[in-house]
């Protein structure tokens, strides 16, 4: 588990947890893989409750809330290690299926909760998968808050008045426009590897194929660029492609 500070622990019962597949691989690509995976972290949620969650294809995104970290710990590992168990048996394989255990940040304040949740469900607009947050299935956006912002409002209002989450400037609207804001992941690198493989992976395309797919290329620099504010010298390290060749493609 991610380190935390013991202030960070005391002020705060709510979490962002990441998982991965072990290099990256695409353990949840398909859908009944995601299916599994929401079912276990559901299973076991009595000391658990669950705020917001994204299935990807190769990772997972759960915003949680809970009051003890050893409940969180058991909680993960009971899921992890029980979707190992089933994708190992199905697929015929054997060791880690995991990158990792998975990570935890910690939520700081009520502006953090609102972004985590906006992050957490423009997952797969930002990979390019689908063009609007209700689009997609696999995310709490329609199956928690019906997709919509007032949803959202009133189940945090709830939630926050019941924790002991640290508020900070709060001011009447303060909800619509965090979740108007885009929220910026401190390592700038990792989102663009995610986009890039989750784009690749829903193309069926590899980087070497895609250098002489010129019109894919554009669509996915323009994922990059556009929505994501990628630069290209980012893009460049992980696309294996020149800047100037991706400055070529004259990307609006």
């Known amino acids: 588990m991610a380190r935390t500070s013991r202030n960070n622990m005391r002020n705060s019962s709510f979490f962002h947890i990441m998982v991965q597949g072990i290099?990256?691989?695409?353990?949840?690509?398909m859908r009944n893989n995601k299916e599994k995976y929401l079912k276990l972290i559901y299973s076991n949620t009595k000391e658990i409750q669950i705020i917001a969650y994204c299935i990807m294809d190769n990772h997972v995104h759960i915003l949680i809330q809970s009051e003890n970290i050893q409940d969180i710990q058991n909680w993960m590992k009971k899921a992890n290690t029980s979707y190992a168990i089933y994708y190992n048996r199905v697929n015929e394989r054997v060791g880690y299926v995991f990158r990792e255990r998975y990570k935890a940040?910690?939520?700081k304040n009520e502006k953090h909760l609102y972004l985590a949740i906006e992050y957490i469900h423009n997952n797969p607009v930002k990979a390019g998968?689908?063009?609007r947050k209700e689009e997609y299935q696999f995310s709490s956006y329609t199956k928690i808050y019906q997709a919509n912002l007032a949803g959202i409002q009133k189940r945090m209002e709830e939630i926050i008045n019941l924790c002991s989450l640290q508020k900070e400037n709060r001011k009447k609207g303060q909800a619509e426009k965090f979740l108007l804001v885009e929220h910026e992941k401190e390592n700038k690198e990792e989102i663009c590897q995610e986009i890039i493989d989750n784009f690749l992976s829903d193309k069926k395309l590899s980087r070497e194929e895609l250098k002489n797919e010129k019109q894919t290329l554009k669509e996915i620099v323009k994922i990059l660029k556009c929505k994501n504010k990628i630069s290209y010298r980012l893009m460049e390290?992980?696309?294996?492609i020149s800047r100037e060749t991706l400055r070529r493609l004259n990307i609006e």
């Open 237 to 240: 390290r992980n696309l294996k």
């Open 105 to 107: 940040q910690p939520i």
């Open 129 to 131: 998968i689908c063009n």
């Open 23 to 29: 290099n990256k691989e695409y353990i949840f690509e």
